[in-house]
């Protein structure tokens, strides 16, 4: 079983910075691509940057030029550095993973991972 968690999320002023990381864990598996997402009170969930194994990276438009997303780290990480934040990045951050399994019969499945979250809040 493949498990994600997030961590790095808390209270920040506008125009500060914050750094989320996401830890994959489990056996036999690889990873595929990661993204973060986020989803803020009322509305819903969506992208915010991605990188894929070969280390594509993409980034939604609100977050451009503000927010830096790493590559699959090879301790199976992700970090999220943020920077000048601002009160609409008020939200629950996610981590997405598209990960694979190679069975013992030679197949390999696909799945689809997502953490519980960490709340990332700008206020002053």
């Known amino acids: 079983q493949v498990q994600l968690v997030e961590s790095g999320g808390g209270l920040v002023q506008p125009g500060g910075s914050l750094r989320l990381s996401c830890a994959a864990s489990g056996s036999s598996f690889g990873i595929n691509a990661v993204g973060w997402y986020r989803q803020a009170p009322g509305k819903q969930r969506e992208l915010v940057a991605s990188v894929t194994a070969g280390g594509g990276k993409n980034y939604a438009h609100f977050v451009k030029g503000r927010f830096i997303i790493s590559g699959i780290n090879a301790n199976l990480t992700v970090d999220l550095q943020m920077s000048r934040l601002e009160p609409e990045d008020t939200a629950v951050y996610y981590c997405?993973?598209?990960?694979?399994?190679?069975?013992?019969?030679?197949?390999?499945?696909?799945?689809?991972?997502w953490g519980q979250g960490t709340l990332v809040t700008v206020s002053s």
């Open positions: 997405n993973a598209d990960i694979y399994i190679d069975s013992n019969l030679g197949m390999r499945n696909y799945l689809e991972v």
